[in-house]
Every structure is written in C-alpha cells, then in structure tokens.
C-alpha cells in the first residue's frame, strides 16, 4: 500500500535528482554564499548541463534569496532543487501530496487455546544424539522451541545430598530463552535482550540420589541464514566433586 505523503514526495524526490543527474555526475559542485544561512550548490558540465541545490540552513526563519538574477522563497530548514540553474521543481520542505489518514477497522476476536505439556512426555519427533545440536538447523522454522534432555546419575557418596548446598546448573545460550525443569520441577527461566539475544543461566537446582532428568526448553525464532545458531552448552558446576559422565537424551 502507498503510504502518503511520504511515498509521493519521496517520488518527487527522486525525479528532481534524476532531472538534475547529467550536471551531477560531471564533477564536484562551487559553493557560492546567497545569505547569512544559505548557500547555493552549482554543478556544471562541460556540455552546457547546469543543477543547482539553494539550501536554508536556518531552523526557523524562512528566506528568501536572489541567485542568477532570480528571487526564490526557500522555508526553513530545507533544500530547493533546480535542474535547470533556473526553475525550482523539488523543495525538500514542501510536501504537495495530501496526507493519508489511516482508517482503523475493529478486528473480529481471535480464537486460541492452550494446553499442559508434560515434561516427560516423548512423541515419535524424539531423538537420541552423541552432543547438542543446533536448534534453528534442527527445527527449520517449523517450530520456535525445542526440547533438550538428558539423565544425569548422582551417587549416595555426594556431599551436596548431606549438606543441602545443591549443584549449580549453567547454560550458555544464543538465544532467545530457555526454561528449566529438574525432574519436572520448574527451576525458572532465562532470556536475552532484543539488541543481544545472547543468555547465561546459572541457578542451583535440587537432585537426588539416583537418576536425575534435566529438561531444557529453548525457544529461538528465525532461521539459520538470519540469526546465530541457536547453540546451548549445558554443563554441571558441582560444589562437590566431579559427577559421574551421563548419558545423554536430545
């Protein structure tokens, strides 16, 4: 849709500078003072082509000044083409397309719902893979999230189960956010900025004896071509010693 009057002045634009183009292209412009805050701008070529750009410099007092012998007005703040040297077809001040007003029209209610996703549900989209993969490659716009999981075992001989100090989870993300649960319990969220989509997650969470799951739901939108690669590097920084390699579930 044509969104007046930018669109038509901006046309106007550019057919001023497209009038003047033979004189522009053939060298640098003389600079000549018509007033205190304006200045005319001449480029000639040697085929006879003349362009000249009158320019008010002032920010709220129009003028009006004598160039070649000719009287122009020129409104604040603005620049006047002539692709002649004679005759001023564009003023960058001067808007002769009627504005537009948008119309707004009342939208019809949208319908949606929603559902409780479990976080130990596994559907036949499920994989198991040696590393992390990339997200964005992974899902190809068809969806914004993706599941990360992985099962972690933690021995009775741990300190953090006796002393109550529990192990600190970190996740470096590209981006946008991610949601943690530990055994289906939600261990909160994490999300970057809109400038720096970049994001560090790093919160304690409770384990117990035996086999841990750790869910990750990482949301990222767009495609590998247009954002960095959505890759999350989760790794286990324990106040007590080194846990036990895990196998892992993406």
Request: charged share 15%; proline share 6%.
């Amino acid at each position: 849709l044509i969104r007046q009057p930018k669109w038509g002045h901006l046309r106007d634009l550019h057919k001023a500078i497209k009038q003047a183009e033979p004189a522009l292209v053939s060298g640098d412009p003389t600079v000549q003072r018509i007033g205190n805050y304006e200045k005319a701008y001449v480029f000639k070529s040697s085929t006879g082509a003349c362009a000249a750009f009158l320019s008010n410099y002032h920010t709220s007092a129009a003028a009006r000044v004598v160039y070649n012998g000719r009287r122009y007005d020129l409104p604040a703040w603005s620049i006047s083409i002539l692709p002649d040297c004679k005759t001023a077809v564009f003023n960058t001040a001067t808007v002769k397309e009627p504005s537009l007003p948008a119309k707004m029209n009342p939208a019809g209610g949208l319908a949606w719902q929603s559902y409780s996703e479990d976080t130990n549900a596994l559907d036949s989209s499920a994989f198991t893979k040696d590393g992390l993969v990339e997200q964005l490659s992974m899902t190809w716009d068809k969806s914004d999230y993706l599941w990360y999981t992985t099962y972690v075992n933690i021995d009775s001989s741990e300190q953090f189960l006796k002393s109550g100090q529990w192990p600190q989870l970190t996740i470096n993300s590209a981006g946008h956010s991610v949601q943690v649960f530990v055994n289906g319990q939600s261990f909160g969220v994490a999300y970057g900025g809109y400038n720096s989509p970049k994001l560090t997650y790093s919160k304690p969470v409770k384990m117990w004896q035996g086999s841990n799951k750790i869910s990750i739901l990482s949301s990222a939108m767009g495609l590998p071509v247009s954002f960095h690669l959505a890759l999350i590097q989760a790794a286990m920084a324990m106040a007590a010693p080194a846990l036990p390699r895990s196998s892992g579930h993406f």
